[in-house]
């Protein structure tokens, strides 16, 4: 096993080497193998030890035997102690979430710390069979039944063409010693109940189907680039990034039959569960809209607007003391005095002081809005020219209005009102900028 993960390592994961690495060692057979084959290659490592406290004094004796092992082959250690479930009540995480959060957030704050360029897993072949096994039983995209990734990132998973069976025979041969879970022995966990009841049977039925299970992830792996391929060419010709949104054209889209493969290939990564809510979007009338928690789609007329959830509230006002104030939030406004000028674009307009109150207020639209139009005669509700405008649902969203008291002074960076706006008759102009 030592020459075939040699072997392995220099042909998939030649960066590492004269590189710095942290192994993730919880004691049981398949990190305490995996550092003895880094050791045995000579590999600058460290390792990491997690006591989630869940087994009481067995975690106590994961953590004691990680820390010997380490001092005898003269190995750096880290160790840490988690109250896992105090955290998992506090974020309403499941045990297994909340300890994969908890492990994975300080492995990185080693890394960053210690100056050590890769984070080194156990994970192995009968690993990634049982997770295409939970993600196939629960549902899933192509991504889900293309297994563990051998590599993240910074995270690098050099056991995953290595069975159990293998990694177990090779420390007996070695006389390795480690520690066995014995939470692994309980049926309670979804993966357990895989790994004792389901996967043997896979193995009876079939002597070489880890074999065949990796000849398979390799098809799909194949299948899932090609995939990822056709994608990114329909999003060229379908998809306009905007400054502060994404646009899905939809008569561009309907021109492809598997235009639902490609919605979802493009918005999984942005928190979407609601699937067909998201195609429904497409024949849905203008306006209507899917959440997820950092994201919104919007149907707007011709296509999708796809954009961040923003944390300002609707209600959020912000005041204006004097011109002499400086404006960063929620925009960057810049008042300045003026010696003569009218108003010149959507960007910058020029006001007469004498006519505003202050403090002056920066707030989102409200029904009942209305304002002056500069270039127009009368009064306009805002609605009404938000509809003209042809703004979306997320535009009106964003826009913000600059107000003297309750009289809107500027639909910011788009247009003035005339009440505001100077004249001949001017005694203190002063101008108002938006800047990018």
């Given at each position: 096993?030592?020459?075939?993960?040699?072997?392995?390592?220099?042909?998939?994961?030649?960066?590492?080497?004269?590189?710095?690495?942290?192994?993730?060692?919880?004691?049981?057979?398949?990190?305490?193998?995996?550092?003895?084959?880094?050791?045995?290659?000579?590999?600058?490592?460290?390792?990491?030890?997690c006591?989630?406290?869940?087994?009481?004094?067995?975690?106590?004796?994961?953590?004691?035997f990680?820390?010997?092992?380490?001092?005898?082959?003269?190995?750096?250690?880290?160790?840490?102690?988690?109250?896992?479930?105090?955290?998992?009540?506090?974020?309403?995480l499941?045990?297994?979430?909340?300890?994969?959060?908890?492990?994975?957030?300080?492995?990185?704050?080693?890394?960053?710390?210690?100056?050590?360029?890769?984070?080194?897993?156990?994970?192995?072949?009968?690993?990634?069979?049982?997770?295409?096994?939970?993600?196939?039983?629960?549902?899933?995209?192509?991504?889900?039944?293309?297994?563990?990734?051998?590599?993240?990132?910074?995270?690098?998973?050099?056991?995953?063409?290595?069975?159990?069976?293998?990694?177990?025979?090779?420390?007996?041969?070695?006389?390795?010693?480690?520690?066995?879970?014995s939470?692994?022995?309980?049926?309670?966990?979804?993966?357990?109940?895989?790994?004792?009841?389901?996967?043997p049977?896979?193995?009876?039925?079939?002597?070489?189907?880890?074999?065949?299970f990796?000849?398979?992830?390799?098809?799909?792996?194949?299948?899932?680039?090609?995939?990822?391929?056709?994608s990114?060419?329909?999003?060229?010709?379908?998809?306009?990034?905007?400054?502060?949104?994404?646009?899905?054209?939809?008569k561009?889209?309907?021109?492809?039959?598997?235009?639902?493969?490609?919605?979802?290939?493009?918005?999984?990564?942005?928190?979407?569960?609601?699937?067909?809510?998201?195609?429904?979007?497409?024949?849905?009338q203008?306006?209507?809209q899917?959440?997820?928690?950092?994201?919104?789609?919007?149907?707007?007329?011709?296509?999708?607007?796809?954009?961040?959830?923003?944390?300002?509230?609707?209600?959020?006002?912000?005041?204006?003391?004097?011109?002499?104030?400086?404006?960063n939030?929620?925009?960057?406004?810049v008042f300045?005095?003026?010696?003569g000028?009218?108003?010149?674009?959507?960007?910058?307009?020029?006001?007469?002081?004498?006519?505003?109150?202050?403090?002056?207020?920066?707030?989102?639209w409200?029904?009942?809005?209305?304002?002056?139009?500069?270039?127009?005669?009368?009064?306009?509700?805002?609605?009404?020219?938000?509809?003209?405008?042809?703004?979306?649902?997320?535009?009106?969203?964003?826009?913000?209005?600059?107000?003297?008291?309750?009289?809107?002074i500027w639909?910011?960076?788009?247009?003035?009102?005339?009440?505001?706006?100077?004249?001949?008759?001017?005694?203190?102009?002063?101008?108002?900028?938006?800047?990018?």
């Amino acid at each position: 096993m030592l020459t075939k993960f040699q072997n392995h390592i220099e042909q998939s994961f030649p960066q590492l080497k004269d590189k710095k690495l942290l192994l993730a060692v919880s004691g049981g057979v398949d990190s305490m193998v995996l550092m003895h084959l880094f050791q045995q290659l000579h590999y600058d490592i460290a390792i990491a030890h997690c006591n989630f406290q869940l087994r009481g004094l067995e975690s106590d004796g994961d953590e004691l035997f990680v820390q010997v092992k380490s001092e005898k082959l003269q190995v750096k250690s880290y160790c840490i102690r988690f109250d896992t479930e105090s955290y998992s009540k506090e974020n309403k995480l499941s045990i297994q979430l909340a300890a994969r959060k908890l492990r994975y957030n300080w492995f990185q704050e080693l890394l960053s710390e210690n100056q050590l360029d890769y984070l080194v897993t156990a994970h192995h072949l009968d690993d990634n069979v049982e997770t295409f096994l939970i993600n196939f039983i629960r549902g899933t995209g192509l991504d889900g039944l293309t297994g563990i990734p051998p590599q993240n990132e910074n995270i690098i998973r050099p056991l995953l063409p290595f069975s159990r069976k293998e990694i177990e025979n090779y420390a007996l041969d070695n006389k390795i010693q480690w520690r066995e879970d014995s939470s692994n022995a309980s049926d309670k966990y979804f993966r357990n109940k895989l790994r004792h009841d389901i996967v043997p049977v896979f193995k009876e039925l079939n002597i070489g189907f880890l074999d065949s299970f990796q000849n398979t992830l390799h098809h799909l792996q194949q299948a899932g680039s090609l995939v990822n391929d056709a994608s990114k060419l329909v999003y060229e010709k379908v998809v306009e990034q905007k400054e502060n949104h994404v646009e899905i054209h939809l008569k561009a889209l309907l021109q492809f039959k598997n235009y639902k493969a490609y919605l979802f290939q493009w918005l999984k990564t942005y928190g979407f569960s609601a699937w067909n809510d998201i195609y429904d979007l497409v024949d849905a009338q203008s306006g209507k809209q899917v959440f997820s928690e950092t994201h919104i789609l919007l149907k707007d007329r011709e296509k999708l607007v796809l954009s961040e959830r923003k944390t300002t509230t609707k209600d959020a006002v912000f005041f204006i003391e004097s011109i002499d104030s400086k404006v960063n939030i929620p925009l960057k406004l810049v008042f300045s005095r003026f010696s003569g000028g009218e108003y010149v674009n959507s960007n910058c307009i020029f006001v007469d002081k004498d006519k505003l109150k202050f403090p002056l207020i920066i707030r989102k639209w409200k029904e009942g809005d209305y304002f002056y139009p500069s270039v127009m005669t009368g009064k306009k509700k805002l609605s009404k020219y938000f509809k003209d405008e042809k703004y979306s649902l997320i535009d009106k969203e964003n826009q913000w209005l600059l107000c003297s008291e309750d009289q809107i002074i500027w639909v910011i960076g788009k247009r003035a009102d005339n009440r505001f706006i100077t004249n001949k008759t001017t005694q203190n102009p002063i101008k108002i900028e938006l800047e990018e």
